[in-house]
């Protein structure tokens, strides 16, 4: 059990690379021991990974089909939005 968990850590250390290590040791001097330089050097390379990240998304194809003449499309999203969800959270409470 312990070869399995420490080989995880490893291989998630590894994906994470330098600048993943950076903002860890940085974060973590920064807000645990108080180094406001390590804190500046975590948080601005947590920045330049969330950019990176966002520069990086693909867009996902759900369905390809060809569409013939005569054919029409309809997009629907039903999903439920917080205030939606909040608010039903509260109606179930007060009952």
């Known amino acids: 059990m312990a070869f399995g968990r420490a080989q995880g850590r490893k291989a998630k250390s590894a ?28 948080l601005s390379a947590w920045g330049i990974r969330k950019l990176r990240s966002m520069g990086d998304r693909e867009t996902r194809v759900l369905l390809a089909e060809p569409i013939r003449p005569g054919e029409r499309i309809e997009a629907t999203h039903t999903g439920v939005t917080h205030t939606e969800d909040s608010q039903a959270r509260k109606r179930a409470r007060r009952r």
Do not use: E, F, P
């Not at 330098?18 to 390590?38: C, D, H, I, K």
């Open 15 to 42: 994906k994470r690379g330098l600048l993943g290590r950076v903002q860890t040791y940085g974060l973590t001097a920064g807000l645990m021991g108080g180094r406001r330089n390590w804190l500046i050097v975590g």
